[in-house]
């Protein structure tokens, strides 16, 4: 599987932005998709994911603020980032998984990473 994301860019604080993954080449083999995101000096965090039925999970930290929908016909997910603040500033990443296992431990495919910038 191939992830293409696009999307990201420089926003100020109580902006909002969407994402976009689309994933190309064994989509049948997808159970689930998801972005992840890691901030300059800090782990890779997970920002929200979405299985094939339709079943989400977002960080905490993020509920309310950000949601993931996904077109089934483009095979593309998509997260709403909105009221966004400069602790989102981060590089975001998409991710594709095969089965609740690489979903729950992060093994799968991974798209290049996009940019958030959100300043004060």
């Known amino acids: 599987v191939q992830l293409q994301a696009s999307g990201g860019g420089s926003v100020q604080a109580g902006g909002s932005l969407r994402l976009s993954c689309t994933a190309s080449?064994?989509?049948?083999?997808?159970?689930?998709m998801g972005w992840y995101r890691q901030a300059p000096g800090k782990q890779r965090e997970l920002v929200a994911t979405?299985?094939?039925?339709?079943?989400?999970n977002y960080a905490d930290s993020l509920k309310g603020r950000f949601t993931i929908f996904r077109n089934n016909a483009k095979n593309t997910v998509y997260p709403q980032m909105n009221s966004l603040i400069p602790e989102d500033t981060a590089v975001y990443y998409c991710?594709?998984?095969?089965?609740?296992?690489?979903?729950?431990?992060?093994?799968?495919?991974w798209g290049q990473g996009t940019q958030v910038t959100v300043s004060s």
């Open positions: 080449g064994n989509i049948f083999s997808i159970y689930a």
């Open positions: 979405i299985t094939n039925a339709g079943t989400t």
């Open positions: 991710s594709a998984h095969n089965n609740e296992l690489g979903l729950r431990y992060r093994f799968g495919s």
